[in-house]
């Protein structure tokens, strides 16, 4: 079973419902209501696995942690539930153990560690930022 279909099945095992909705200006949003929760995923603006797993990820994250903002939200509660989701998608796909492994394999550069990981650059620098706020690296 590859990553993504792992990560898949690991959310609808809670009870999110997963969509392909091609319309949606995102990669991927999360969106909960008295019916449940769903992430829809736009296949359209994921260009690679590892973009959509990070966007399945973080959407899962704002669903798990509850860091769902209404439209319009002040940006300091944007940037707090983007934070928390970020901080659960990280948790999820780097976990520390991990990322620490690879480091001392010498796997230092975030390019040789988005390739070992099959994550983004950009995914990389973040959970590097996140460990060092909470002193872990």
Known sequence: MSDIEQLYN???AQGIMLFNYAAAGTPATAVQNLYGSAIFVNERLVRTTAEEKYAVAHEAGHIATGSMHPVGSP????AQDEYRADKYAVRRLLPLEHLLE??????VEPWQLAERFNQTEAFVRRAIYIYRCEGKI
């Open 102 to 107: 690879a480091l001392r394999d010498g796997d």
């Open 75 to 78: 940006w300091e509660v944007i």
């Open 10 to 12: 690991e959310v609808m």
